[in-house]
Structures are given as structure tokens and as C-alpha cells.
């Protein structure tokens, strides 16, 4: 298959790139630091609870737009407007989810590029005591995150650039495994060196003291979607390539599965290592963002020679990780304008569109760097920088909107295009109820999530 080819060379490679895309910084990053400021096993409860409730029907959906569709997300969702004579207008769904994918990007890199950084620091050496201040320190320097960043998306952008089997497949057969290999060394390390009890008593303990929230709720589903390419856009271009005999619903349940998997492995790498050096007293509400690159830095500090070792390897786990997701997230805007710039797309093209692409995610990185320090004080509402408006825009408004687009268009507009061959459903039950949820929970909770959680992290006025 060249290049430019419009489909997976088999259907490993579909489930290869669609769990590199799903588990990534927002399994072993995000999931551990929002499980720690919404106080652990509440939070992780409500997280399973949506990623099977809501998560799973709404990425069956997304898949089958890009599948049926066969093109970017934008054409994917016009052709299936004509193929059931609904209007043109559904194409906002397809841009909605680029625009969520561009924004992701943008602050994704510069995340990455803390990453990569992260992993030179521990390898020299941190003394104990010193993780806050090199943290302050590292963010407030705008040039060198500017550095950092720039190395790590322009590095996803050359594998972009060379297409679906050139680049995204290839790296994905590498990535992959070695993230896989990697997660349950951490994992192993922390059982060994940590305090594994506490650590499993913190992720899947529910104290009837816990308060729930919209913005907690909201914050879980947003973790669900992000955590699972939900609305990105990626789902549909990956869709677009899948082989005619792949199922959709088969497919969709071992990467659904292994991106769970792995969020809760992350927690049980990093929560049981950060229990055991800090006693049984330590608080991971206290660290919420900071919670890898301050205390794990501190984590891997006090364990002297051996943190040198492991430190790097934990951020090596995470630039693994970034990357396979990176590559992901930039393919839907990418396959978007390469089809804008020519109809009969060639290797040249693609990497035209990839160039122009690559200059709009810089752009929104700068913006995210500058979130960290000269914009650091510009907050809306609860969101306390422009970064954190980024992530909040894209993650649980953005995400939750366009999930909830994808399952009115496929359940109420798709009657007639949906079947049970392309969905790998022989059960008509379990079809029936996939639509049910498409046509009424998922739309309605969605959105009603939605209000509540904005005017609860925006508007700071909560209901309950």
C-alpha cells in the first residue's frame, strides 16, 4: 500500500492505530492527576461507569461515520447526509471534531515537551527537595518550552507526513507494544517499591462522604472522550481506512478495552510508588496537574542512584505514549486538507497539508506555553490560565458537544444506512439498544451535563 493509500493493510492495523491514538498522555498523565483532584474512587467509578455507559455506544458511532464515510471526517459525515437525504449542515460535526483535534494538539505538544525535558532532568540527577523549584523554574521559561514542543510536534508531523502505511502504521507496530511492555513495568515497580494496598484502596474505595458535582461528572465523561479519541475526528479518519470486513463493534471493544486497561494500570503504576515514598499521609488532590512532573520528580529523587534509572524510564513511558496519540490526533486535520488541496491526493500533498497543519498547532502550543507564564494570571472562572481554558474547551465542552451530534446523526438520521453486517451485531437486541442509547441517553445526558458542568466551571454556579 503506497503512501497516500486509503486503507489498513489488514485489520490489525486499524486496531494498532486506533489504541495507539486512544492510550496515550491522557491515560498515564490526565487520568491519574483528574483521579487525584476529584479524591480518587468517586471519581474512577463515575470514569468506567461513562466509558461503558456513553463512551463505548458513541465511538461505535464515530467509527462507523468514518467507515461508511470513507473519507475525512467532514466528507464522511456530508456523504452519509446525502446517503440518507438529511441536510449538509451535519458536516459541523465533522469540523467540530478538527477543531477539537487542532486544539488538543496545541496543548498537547507542549505537555509532550515537558515530557521529553523531564526525561534529561531525571536522568542527571534531582536532589531531594528541588522538584517545585525546577518546576516553577521550567515553565516559566517560555523560549525553552517554546524548544521543547517544537521538537516533539514537528516529530509527529514527519510521520504524518508520510502517510497512513509509511508512517502511522509503522510506528504504531513499534510504539505500541513497547508502551504495553513499558506500562506494566512501571506498574510491576510500583507493587515492589510502593505502597500497592494503598494505592488500590485510594482508586477503588467510594466513601459515603464523597461529593459528586457537575463538574466532576462533567470532568469524568470529558476524561472518558478525551481518554478515548471521542470527538476528535480521529475515530472517523481511522473509520475512513478500516478494511470491509472489519466489525465495527468487535474492533471497537478490544480498544475501548486495552484504553480502560491501561488508565487504570497508570493509576496503579503512580499512586501506589507516590503512597509508599511519601507515607501513607500523602494527599493526590494536593498535587492535581503537578502530580508526574512534581511529585514523582520528588518520588524519584528520594530514591537516590535508583531514580536516575527509573525516572527516565517513567518519562520515556510518557513520550511513548504522546507520541503514539500525537500522530493520531494530527491525521483528521491533516487527511482534511490534503483532500481540500486536491481531490486525487499525492505524497506531495499530504505533506503540504501537513506543513499548514503543523503551523496552526504551533501557533495554539505558543498560546498554551504562554498559558504557564507571561499569560499565567488571565483565568476564566475556575480555569486559571489560558492553558487550562485550552484543555477545558477542548476536553469537556468541545468533546461532549460533538459526541453528542455523532449519536443524534447516527441514531436518528442513519436509520437506514446503519446495519448489523457493518456493525458486527447479530443480536438484535443489543442493536436496538445501541441505537436507543445513541437516539436518548447519550444526546440528553450529554448536554445536560454539559450546561450544568459549564456554569459550574465557567460560571462557578452549581445545582448540586
Known sequence: MAGNSNQWNNNTAFLLAATGSAVGLGNIWGFPYKAGENGGGLFVLLYIFFVITLGFPVFMAEVFIGK????????????????????????????????????????????????????????????VGAAEAIYTSEKANFWEMTMWFSIFLFGSGFVVAN???????????????????????????????GDFSKGLEYLFSWKAEDGITAGMIQGAIGQAFFSLSIGMGTLMAFGAYMPNDQKVSKASGVVVTADTGVAILAGLAIFPLAF????????????????????LT????????????????????????????????????????TEKLTRNPTKNTRKIATLIIMAICFALSLISVAGHNVWADKSLGTLENP?????????????????????????WRLQNVVNSDDMGITNKG?????????????PIFLLGIWVLGNLDRIFEISFF
Open 387 to 411: 492553558f487550562e481554558m485550552m484543555k477545558y474547551f477542548a476536553d469537556d465542552f468541545l468533546l461532549l458537544l460533538v459526541g453528542a451530534g455523532m449519536s443524534i446523526f447516527v441514531g
Open 68 to 127: 461508511k464515510g470513507k473519507s475525512n471526517p467532514v466528507s464522511s459525515v456530508e456523504n452519509l447526509a446525502k446517503a440518507s437525504n438529511s441536510s449538509k449542515g451535519w458536516s459541523i460535526i465533522g469540523y467540530g471534531g478538527i477543531l477539537a483535534s487542532l486544539i488538543i494538539a496545541g496543548y498537547y505538544a507542549v505537555i509532550a515537551g515537558f515530557v521529553i525535558n523531564y526525561g534529561f532532568i531525571s536522568a542527571g540527577g534531582v536532589d
Open 163 to 193: 502517510g497512513i502505511d509509511k508512517g502511522i502504521d509503522k510506528a504504531m507496530r513499534v510504539l505500541l507494544p513497547m508502551l504495553f511492555v513499558l506500562v506494566f513495568a512501571m506498574v510491576g515497580y510500583g507493587a515492589y517499591a
Open 298 to 337: 520528588e518520588a524519584f529523587a528520594r530514591l537516590g542512584d535508583l531514580g536516575q534509572f527509573v525516572g527516565p524510564l517513567f518519562f520515556f513511558l510518557l513520550a511513548v505514549a504522546a507520541f503514539s496519540s500525537m500522530i493520531s490526533i494530527l491525521e483528521p486535520s491533516v487527511a482534511f486538507v
Open 430 to 442: 443489543f442493536m436496538n439498544l445501541w441505537v436507543f442509547v445513541l437516539k436518548f441517553i447519550s
Open 276 to 295: 509508599g515514598i511519601y507515607g501513607a499521609q500523602w494527599s493526590p488532590d494536593a498535587g492535581g496537574d503537578t502530580l508526574v512532573f512534581v511529585t
